[in-house]
């Protein structure tokens, strides 16, 4: 009896390790987890400044971010930071630039003195108004060292050359060498202006494309309008070649209303009605060539279809009406739309507007338009409208009546440059 007794108070003392090995392992799986949880934390999610978190700059001094670097779920989010500041290198103070990434957040501090660590000075007004076009005028500038000799040459003043109307800032920089020194800037107002010489563009209007080896019935019928997909290979191969410059819709508006001078060597490629065999052999061709161009597509004529079907960065789908395509009116070549009642003719361009999916540009169908049609286009939202009249756009025309210089069929590439170049 008691030698059982014995036995059984061995295996209750072996026990007792035993228990005690088992809390130990479990609160050393929980420490495990804890920081494993804590390390899956810190790569998933984190938030770091790059540089220094507190920095000391004189008066007008040249700052830089150096940013931060951010994760989120694994993934580098440091492009998508938040970044709020109210830093002002013209004023003395303490500052802070706050980095918000998802719930992390982190600060920098700049602090900035009351003397400049270099002496630059600029000349004439803080605040200037030019017109678009016009150049600008330099008021002047001083840089001088700290023994009072000039070093006006070393001031790095940028870009004055302005293309587009609004708010410019011209930055005078007068760097140390070390990645410091001190930047001054002056406010520049440049105003619309149509007046200006400029030598204006052209906006090529093709129709129908064909390809040489497999000529439609009609080639000779349809008033010139084919042009062989091997011409106009030349022609796309010419533009690239003298490095042509394709603007967008609104660039063609903010040229015609004066906010915006476009390169010398700049044109817009539009192709009427949007047929089938067009689509198929001019989308390939552009696409190779990574040229943009424009589609003014009927969109009574599977519209919608065609639209899904050939979708592409470089083409452009726009309005040449959904069902206004058609005779019925009294001038020009008689299209319907110039005298069609407001209703009408409101209902059919926003059905258009919705299957292209834009109103930045608008083609007249036949190229008849009027002060009513005008108008609707208007009110349409359309940036631009184009006719059939010949001519290139130049600023102060009215961008709802732009001209378009025809190509048709049997140009020479040497007629092609005739219509197209300065």
């Given at each position: 009896?008691?030698?059982?007794?014995?036995?059984?108070?061995?295996?209750?003392?072996?026990?007792?390790?035993?228990?005690?090995?088992?809390?130990?392992?479990?609160?050393?799986?929980?420490?495990?987890?804890?920081?494993?949880?804590?390390?899956?934390?810190?790569?998933?999610?984190c938030?770091?400044?790059k540089?220094?978190?507190?920095?000391?700059?004189?008066?007008?001094?040249?700052?830089?971010?150096?940013?931060?670097?951010?994760?989120q779920?694994?993934?580098?989010?440091?492009?998508?930071?938040?970044?709020?500041?109210?830093?002002?290198?013209?004023?003395?103070?303490?500052?802070?630039i706050?980095?918000?990434?998802g719930?992390?957040?982190?600060?920098?501090?700049?602090?900035?003195?009351?003397?400049?660590?270099?002496?630059?000075?600029?000349?004439?007004?803080e605040?200037?108004?030019?017109?678009?076009?016009?150049?600008?005028?330099?008021?002047?500038?001083?840089a001088?060292?700290?023994?009072?000799?000039?070093?006006?040459?070393?001031?790095?003043?940028?870009?004055?050359?302005?293309?587009?109307?609004?708010?410019?800032?011209?930055?005078?920089?007068?760097?140390?060498?070390?990645?410091?020194?001190?930047?001054?800037?002056?406010?520049?107002?440049?105003?619309?202006?149509?007046?200006?010489?400029?030598?204006?563009?052209?906006?090529?209007?093709?129709?129908y494309?064909?390809?040489?080896?497999?000529p439609?019935?009609?080639?000779?019928?349809?008033?010139?309008?084919?042009?062989?997909?091997?011409?106009?290979?030349?022609?796309?191969?010419?533009?690239?070649?003298?490095?042509?410059?394709?603007?967008?819709?609104?660039?063609?508006?903010?040229?015609?209303?004066?906010?915006?001078?476009?390169?010398?060597?700049?044109?817009?490629?539009t192709?009427?009605?949007?047929?089938?065999?067009?689509?198929?052999?001019?989308?390939?061709?552009?696409?190779?060539?990574?040229?943009?161009?424009?589609?003014?597509?009927?969109?009574?004529?599977?519209?919608?279809?065609?639209?899904?079907?050939?979708?592409?960065?470089?083409?452009?789908?726009?309005?040449?009406?959904?069902d206004?395509?058609?005779?019925?009116?009294?001038?020009?070549?008689?299209?319907?739309?110039?005298?069609?009642?407001?209703?009408?003719?409101?209902?059919?361009?926003?059905?258009?507007?919705?299957?292209?999916?834009?109103?930045?540009?608008?083609?007249?169908?036949?190229?008849?338009?009027?002060?009513?049609?005008?108008?609707?286009?208007?009110?349409?939202?359309?940036?631009?409208?184009?006719?059939?009249?010949?001519?290139?756009?130049?600023?102060?025309?009215?961008?709802?009546?732009?001209?378009?210089?025809?190509?048709?069929?049997?140009?020479?590439?040497?007629?092609?440059?005739?219509?197209v170049?300065?």
């Amino acid at each position: 009896m008691a030698a059982r007794r014995k036995k059984k108070q061995r295996k209750q003392r072996k026990r007792k390790p035993d228990l005690f090995r088992a809390v130990i392992a479990v609160l050393a799986l929980t420490v495990f987890c804890t920081a494993a949880g804590i390390i899956y934390y810190t790569t998933q999610s984190c938030l770091i400044l790059k540089g220094k978190e507190h920095v000391e700059l004189g008066l007008n001094g040249i700052w830089d971010d150096p940013g931060v670097k951010a994760r989120q779920g694994g993934k580098d989010v440091s492009d998508q930071v938040k970044v709020t500041s109210d830093l002002d290198l013209s004023s003395p103070g303490e500052y802070t630039i706050t980095y918000k990434s998802g719930h992390l957040t982190v600060d920098r501090t700049i602090s900035v003195g009351d003397t400049m660590d270099a002496d630059l000075r600029l000349k004439g007004p803080e605040r200037m108004s030019i017109l678009l076009g016009e150049p600008f005028e330099e008021p002047g500038y001083k840089a001088k060292d700290e023994n009072g000799k000039s070093i006006r040459s070393k001031v790095e003043v940028s870009d004055t050359d302005f293309k587009t109307a609004g708010e410019h800032e011209v930055t005078y920089t007068l760097p140390d060498g070390k990645g410091g020194g001190v930047r001054l800037s002056r406010q520049v107002t440049v105003l619309p202006n149509t007046e200006y010489e400029a030598p204006g563009f052209p906006i090529c209007m093709y129709h129908y494309v064909y390809d040489e080896n497999d000529p439609p019935d009609d080639l000779n019928r349809r008033y010139g309008n084919y042009i062989s997909v091997q011409a106009l290979t030349e022609e796309i191969n010419w533009l690239k070649q003298e490095g042509y410059y394709f603007p967008s819709w609104q660039e063609v508006r903010d040229y015609a209303d004066g906010r915006l001078i476009l390169p010398d060597k700049s044109i817009v490629l539009t192709f009427d009605d949007g047929e089938r065999a067009t689509l198929e052999l001019a989308v390939p061709l552009m696409d190779k060539l990574r040229v943009p161009w424009t589609s003014f597509l009927i969109t009574s004529k599977k519209g919608e279809e065609k639209v899904e079907e050939f979708q592409s960065r470089y083409l452009n789908f726009q309005s040449h009406t959904h069902d206004m395509h058609r005779a019925g009116g009294v001038r020009g070549h008689r299209g319907i739309l110039p005298v069609s009642r407001r209703m009408d003719g409101m209902n059919d361009l926003l059905t258009s507007i919705r299957i292209v999916g834009s109103n930045e540009a608008f083609a007249y169908p036949y190229g008849d338009y009027s002060d009513n049609a005008r108008l609707m286009i208007e009110q349409a939202g359309f940036r631009c409208a184009v006719t059939t009249q010949p001519g290139w756009v130049h600023p102060g025309m009215d961008p709802l009546k732009l001209p378009r210089q025809r190509m048709s069929l049997g140009q020479s590439l040497d007629s092609f440059i005739v219509r197209v170049a300065r």
